[in-house]
């Protein structure tokens, strides 16, 4: 079956402009997670949501980020006024329930802030 | 606050056997994950602990004791596609699940 797919795979913005990276969980999944990994690092808790409802927002790091899955399925991460400390991959994944449930990763967007 | 330490890198030669340690410390524990992250790619899962003791799953192993804050991946019969960096997470089990991460261990396997 389908995995967790991300849109688009690479971005590339200039300092200030606003961003908007789409994630596609696997059909049916309750649970859903943004993470930004640094390069060389481990990924980082942004987000998490359950259905529709943002539970969870403590990791964004700042207002600039921002955050919705209004249905229940799809999730949009928008970015506004980026800043080049935004450079990252932004991974998106999905779990059945979310109680200790495996998290199954999206191949991540790369974004490239100049 | 949340920490897991993991090495850096490693190298190991192809048909050997390698152990990635992992130690943490957390606010609370839900179970422990490891990942494999090819460059460039998602992270894919490969074994879970939540109880202490020993996980096989083909040629990976996970083991866990959760007194020590510590867990290892084995890798056996190295091939060259597991050159990858490994991942232990935890989630602490407070509100959202959420995984917290190492930094990840880079493994080298040669020839």
């Known amino acids: 079956g389908a995995g967790v797919s991300q849109s688009p795979r690479y971005k590339v913005a200039k300092r200030g402009q606003d961003v908007a990276l789409r994630c596609d969980p696997i059909s049916g999944h309750v649970s859903l997670f943004w993470y930004q990994q640094a390069l060389g690092q481990g990924p980082e808790f942004l987000t998490y949501f359950q259905n529709e409802a943002q539970l969870d927002k403590s990791g964004l790091p700042s207002d600039r980020f921002f955050a919705e899955r209004p249905e229940g399925s799809v999730s949009t991460l928008k970015i506004q006024r980026t800043q080049q400390e935004d450079s990252a991959v932004y991974l998106c994944a999905s779990s059945p329930d979310g109680l200790t449930d495996t998290q199954y990763f999206g191949p991540g967007t790369r974004l490239t802030v100049l | 606050g949340q920490n897991i330490d993991q090495p850096t890198e490693m190298t190991a030669t192809e048909g050997a056997i390698v152990q990635i340690n992992c130690t943490y410390q957390?606010?609370?524990?839900?179970?422990l994950f490891w990942y494999q992250q090819h460059a460039g790619e998602a992270p894919t899962f490969l074994s879970y602990n939540v109880l202490d003791g020993l996980e096989e799953k083909g040629r990976f192993s996970s083991f866990l004791s959760r007194s020590k804050g510590y867990s290892y991946l084995l890798l056996k019969e190295l091939q060259m596609k597991d050159s990858a960096s490994y991942l232990c997470?935890?989630?602490?089990?407070?509100?959202?699940?959420?995984?917290?991460f190492g930094k990840g261990t880079k493994l080298s396997v040669i020839p």
């Open positions: 997470a935890v989630s602490s089990g407070a509100g959202s699940y959420q995984l917290t």
């Open positions: 957390t606010s609370g524990f839900n179970g």
